[in-house]
């Protein structure tokens, strides 16, 4: 087999990395280069004090992980008194190879490359209609609380439809390995749609037409087999807020590691760090690694760290295909285009295949791309190379704009209101303006258009002759596998481990929200207090019979309602799960286990504390086996019910139908638990409620757990016929009105009563607790199978609601339509408002931070006039959310100081 395609991807890589390095500007001759070889990286980075991406320090540091690491591979060898030759064809484990950086280097290791190209055919997908929501009023929760099940039962059947429309519409193209597509397009007009069928995610959508193949591999084959290979980056960050910024990019290393290549070398946890701080300092967020990621409510790094924490989540995934949507959003002009220009560095040494969607993209960022994709209200209206883009559209008539980057010249020529036309000699004029259509049949008829139809078949044909390619990626995506994980799976390492990453994923999480820890375990004692008050030193008489059972009622309900916080909770961290299951980290199976296990550390204490004091303060039955056993009950019964709301977080569309379907379920639980309502006492319609209501038996296990051994002393007004003629107790001619007693006796036996009452017998006890056991593990493997099949807003974390229209509102836009056209005519005289300027002065912000503080704004300075628009401008993670919430007075953690006036 020839090496010369290799070399001359390895030659073209060191180059690249040569013209990074140096400090002069890079020469680099086009025709020296081949066919294929994609835009050079142009321009020398220097260390960015504002907190960029630099690209040469994170070559350095690759490089320097990638020599300790192979130091490391080395000596294991020569300590190991294995057979040399039975390993000679063992690959050598260097960071390259998993990080996929120098193919050369990965070659000669005998790694097997990962190099897939994407072609598509008449790509058509199709959506719902009526695609604008709107906000949703009472009448609307009201109908779709009752009617709701019925429209989506008859809609499964075909009986109601909302009728479907193209989002997009014939598209046709490839891209080779070592190829990034720039897509642009006005919003809404189908960048982020074809982004997510070309990553192979095609959920959301009524149906996707045409073919998408994989280097030969029809969609629905790579989906199966190869899920995690091709990868969709939305536009919002979507993390756990209070998990460390190291944390989170550690665990996305530990789903996506080979196994095969670390267990040889070195301890697994010692390569995440290692590779992780690479990351970090690839993307210059290595001084956040402490941070917690945080969000929109909770404090963390700014919104330009939070975007490359998610861009280094993405590259440990490894993948082949990349599809990064918005990926520069938060981050200020120097570090996006140092984003693009490291993207284009790796893409041309692991020759993979990347699309990437920009607002804004300036021109040092248009430069790194090799074709553009311009999309028109879901039409292709150009594809092809991105030096060509411009020319191009000016030879139809569109005004050429000098100071327009092109990204924006070429969106702006899809915007009827933005473009400018000529009467040039082009295919449209003024008096001859494009639509979506026309622009696309232009397109079509286009030599662009034929060059890349060319490039496609040459392409498809060479993957059809020639499957090395396909081999190797197969191969190589099955020697990264796990021990024990199966040649067809899509995930990297099996089950068990899934659920142990996940499991100390968790714990982090949970411990990395202390306010909520403290004010559960807060809430819990002091509930415990109270009610141990109210039923402090029960007696053991008749009296005390029924409020016992109440503050045993009381006890295990307070534990299974505090579970309620698990569904906002599950709701929340949707977007979460699906953006992992998208990468194909791990299934959602073991997440649902993982999440039961790690609640257990956190709310075993909690429950116990709770249990000790309302037991001891209401005076229960004494004994350390009794305790236990009331303890045990309500723990597994608390489980249960938090299970249970899980369950509802998974197959509810979202929180508002959730919430109501837990209410309605809970009132339901609550009155038919055996307390409220005996069970002899409910109307025999539903009285089968008892049979599937896990707190019918927790209950009634407790009920048994404090009965059993007591004996009820019937006193005072339980005593009839009673009266100063009659004994002080039961005589020969009295009773006892409890129920369960006997006439003539003073006590009642416990289990009288709870047989007589509630209908419960003695050896009810452990049966009652092994079905609450039961609800809790059919709970779980409930959710484990929902979670797998439902898919409930999976691309739906960020979306634009709208209000409805009224008469009303309709009548007052009128009325400003009109008044508009009369301020063009004659000007208005301008308001008379008083406003003074508002300044600020030596403010300065310092926050705690384990182990001191942090300043985070130094003496700043400034004043904002009445009537201006004040610009403020700094690197990502400068501190300008960080000011504006200082001078909004936002800020409820931290020492603020300096003033802060509105004065004349």
Same mark, same amino acid.
């Given at each position: ?35 294929s070889t994609t835009h050079p990286v142009s321009g020398a980075e220097s260390p960015l004090p504002g ?55 990965? #070659? ?6 990962? !190099? ?57 193209? #490839? ?119 945080? #969000? ?27 599809? =990064? ?152 995506? !099955? ?20 659920? =142990?990453?996940?499991? !100390? ?42 409020? !016992? ?256 229209p009224n008469k009303e509102e309709a009548k007052l836009n009128e009325r400003l339509a009109e008044r ?85």
């Amino acid at each position: 087999m020839s090496s010369e395609p290799h070399n001359d991807d390895a030659q073209r890589a060191s180059l690249q990395l040569e013209e990074i390095r140096s400090s002069q500007p890079p020469a680099f001759d086009d025709d020296r280069l081949t066919e294929s070889t994609t835009h050079p990286v142009s321009g020398a980075e220097s260390p960015l004090p504002g907190g960029g991406v630099n690209v040469d320090a994170a070559k350095n540091t690759f490089q320097q992980l990638e020599r300790t690491l192979t130091q490391v591979s080395k000596a294991h060898k020569t300590q190991d008194n294995t057979d040399v030759e039975a390993q000679a064809d063992e690959e050598e484990f260097n960071l390259l190879d998993y990080l996929r950086t120098v193919q050369s280097e990965a #070659s000669q290791a005998g790694v097997k490359p990962k !190099r897939i190209g994407v072609t598509w055919d008449d790509l058509t997908v199709r959506g719902v209609s009526s695609m604008q929501l709107q906000i949703r009023t009472f009448p609307d929760a009201v109908i779709g609380t009752f009617l709701g099940p019925a429209i989506s039962i008859a809609s499964k059947l075909g009986l109601f439809s909302m009728g479907e429309r193209k989002i997009l519409q014939g598209f046709d193209g #490839s891209v080779r390995p070592g190829e990034m597509v720039l897509v642009v397009g006005r919003p809404g007009s189908g960048c982020s749609t074809f982004l997510k069928v070309i990553a192979n995610q095609r959920q959301g959508f009524l149906g996707v037409d045409g073919d998408v193949k994989y280097a030969g591999v029809d969609a629905q084959a790579f989906e199966k087999r190869y899920r995690g290979e091709a990868v969709y980056c939305e536009e919002d960050d979507q993390h756990y807020a209070t998990l460390g910024v190291q944390d989170t990019v550690e665990f996305a290393l530990s789903m996506k590691t080979p196994g095969h290549r670390i267990e040889r070398w070195q301890k697994k946890a010692e390569f995440r760090k290692e590779v992780a701080k690479s990351l970090l300092s690839m993307l210059n967020i290595a001084h956040t690694k402490q941070t917690r990621v945080g #969000s929109a409510f909770v404090r963390g790094v700014s919104g330009g760290e939070r975007k490359r924490v998610s861009i280094a989540e993405l590259y440990a995934t490894r993948a082949c295909v990349l599809a =990064w949507d918005n990926s520069t959003r938060g981050l200020d002009a120097s570090t996006a285009l140092d984003f693009a220009k490291s993207l284009r560095v790796i893409t041309d040494l692991l020759q993979l295949s990347v699309f990437t969607s920009l607002y804004q993209a300036g021109e040092g960022i248009y430069d790194q791309f090799d074709k553009v994709l311009v999309i028109d209200n879901g039409r292709c209206v150009y594809f092809g190379p991105t030096k060509e883009a411009r020319a191009y559209m000016i030879s139809l008539g569109f005004e050429d704009l000098p100071r327009q980057t092109t990204a924006d010249y070429l969106s702006g020529c899809t915007d009827p209101n933005e473009r400018r036309l000529t009467d040039n000699g082009g295919r449209f004029s003024v008096s001859n303006p494009p639509t979506p259509e026309t622009l696309e049949a232009a397109y079509k008829e286009s030599e662009v258009y034929k060059n890349e139809m060319e490039l496609r078949r040459d392409y498809m044909y060479q993957a059809e002759q020639d499957s090395k390619a396909v081999d190797d990626f197969k191969d190589a995506v !099955r020697n990264d596998k796990h021990r024990g994980v199966s040649k067809k799976s899509q995930y990297t390492i099996p089950l068990a481990e899934q659920v =142990w990453y996940l499991f !100390r994923r968790q714990m982090l999480i949970l411990a990395g929200d202390k306010r909520d820890v403290f004010i559960s375990y807060f809430t819990a004692l002091s509930i415990a207090i109270i009610t141990g008050s109210c039923f402090l030193n029960l007696p053991e008489t008749a009296a005390g019979g029924f409020t !016992r059972g109440g503050a045993l009622f009381i006890g295990l309900l307070f534990n299974a309602l505090t579970a309620f916080a698990e569904l906002p909770t599950q709701m929340g961290n949707r977007p979460i799960l699906y953006k992992q299951q998208g990468y194909c980290f791990y299934r959602p199976s073991s997440l649902a286990l993982a999440q039961l296990a790690a609640d257990i550390p956190f709310s075993f204490p909690r429950v116990l504390l709770f249990s000790i004091i309302l037991y001891f303060m209401c005076g229960f039955a004494s004994g350390a086996g009794s305790f236990f056993a009331f303890f045990i009950t309500v723990y597994v019964s608390f489980l249960a019910m938090a299970s249970l709301f899980r369950v509802f977080g998974t197959v509810c569309q979202n929180f508002d139908v959730a919430a109501r379907v837990a209410a309605v379920i809970i009132t339901a639980l609550v009155l038919f638990a055996g307390y409220t309502i005996p069970r002899d006492a409910m109307k025999r319609w539903l009285y089968w409620i008892t049979y599937i209501n896990p707190l019918f038996y927790g209950f009634g296990a407790v009920m048994i757990n404090e009965f059993k051994d007591l004996n009820l002393q019937c006193v005072g007004s339980y005593i009839t016929p009673r009266g100063p003629n009659y004994p002080a107790n039961v005589g020969p001619y009295q009773s006892c009105t409890l129920p369960g007693a006997k006439p003539g006796e003073q006590s009642v036996l416990g289990m009288d009563y709870l047989r007589a009452a509630f209908g419960y017998k003695r050896s009810d006890q452990w049966l009652y607790f092994g079905i609450v056991c039961i609800f809790l593990v059919g709970f779980i493997i409930i959710t484990a199978v929902a979670v797998e099949v439902f898919e409930h807003g999976r691309f739906s974390s960020s979306l634009v609601v709208k209000k409805k229209p009224n008469k009303e509102e309709a009548k007052l836009n009128e009325r400003l339509a009109e008044r508009a056209d009369r301020t063009k005519e004659r000007e208005e005289r301008p308001l008379d408002v008083k406003s003074q300027p508002f300044t600020w002065e030596q403010i300065c912000y310092t926050v705690p931070v384990p182990g001191g503080k942090r300043q985070l704004l130094d003496h700043v300075d400034g004043f904002c006039e009445p009537g201006t628009l004040t610009a403020l401008m700094g690197a990502s993670g400068a501190g300008k959310t960080t000011l504006l919430d200082v001078l909004a007075d936002r800020k409820s953690i931290g020492v603020i100081s300096g003033d802060r006036l509105i004065s004349a």
